[in-house]
């Protein structure tokens, strides 16, 4: 017969067990398939926004133009470009949902592991393109901060060739949306002027207005 002592120990045993199971059920890495949704994910929230973009080119040493414009982005993908002079730029750079749904429409995701860079988790999660999908964004290595869930970096690969390479910093805008601040492009094969191959992209973001309620009118003339 258990004594009163007894009973209340297996109770205490089994509490612990299963506080132990739950926390260690929250603690566990999150699978390929979350950090890519989390990750992706970075315009939830945003219906609309406004930016100042600075755009800057550097071909082996020879900097090219910096052009300066605004850019109007309203949900799915309209965007909207206001400049001085002709600016060149791929619409994708601004309609953050367009690119998540390429990416988890074309590729399947793979953990290939995590590590703690000052004290946050750092996954990184390879992307290899399905052979059957009607777009091919590349075979992609992501590095995902596991707090913030922001991409620090996107590597294109060809084999074992670096194709190209997107560096990403972000600033938090009204204290709840993380809108990119920087991204910087490597891209090593780039031709250059003096036939010597490497570049470097740079596309840095301020002044940054979200959800202000931009009108339809606004993108009329650029459809």
């Not at 988890?104 to 860079?117: A, C, R």
């Not at 004290?119 to 707090?147: F, N, Q, S, W």
């Not at 620090?152 to 074992?160: A, C, L, R, Y």
């Not at 470097?200 to 606004?218: C, K, M, P, R, W």
């Amino acid at each position: 017969m258990l004594t009163r002592t007894r009973v209340l120990w297996c109770i205490l045993c089994s509490c612990a067990l299963v506080v132990g199971a739950a926390v260690s059920a929250f603690a566990a890495d999150p699978s390929a398939e979350e950090i890519l949704s989390r990750a992706l994910d970075i315009s939830a929230g945003v219906d609309d926004y406004t930016a100042q973009v600075k755009m800057e080119a550097n071909f082996q040493g020879a900097p090219g133009d910096v052009p300066e414009y605004k850019v109007y982005f309203k949900q799915p993908d309209k965007v909207k470009i206001e400049s001085r002079s002709i600016v060149v730029v791929r619409r994708e750079m601004f309609t953050f949902g367009s690119l998540a749904e390429r990416v988890e429409e074309g590729t399947t995701p793979h953990l290939l592991g995590k590590k703690i860079e000052n004290g946050v988790p750092v996954y990184t999660v390879k992307l290899v393109p399905k052979e059957d999908a009607d777009v091919h964004p590349g075979r992609m290595i992501l590095r995902v901060d596991g707090h913030r869930w922001t991409v620090n970096t996107i590597e294109i690969t060809d084999g074992q060739k670096t194709m190209a390479k997107f560096h990403w910093a972000f600033t938090q805008v009204d204290g709840k949306y993380w809108m990119p601040s920087t991204i910087r492009c490597e891209l090593p094969d780039a031709p250059s002027r003096d036939g010597t191959p490497g570049a470097e992209i740079s596309v840095a973001f301020s002044d940054y207005a979200v959800n202000t309620g931009l009108s339809d009118d606004l993108f009329t003339e650029d459809e």
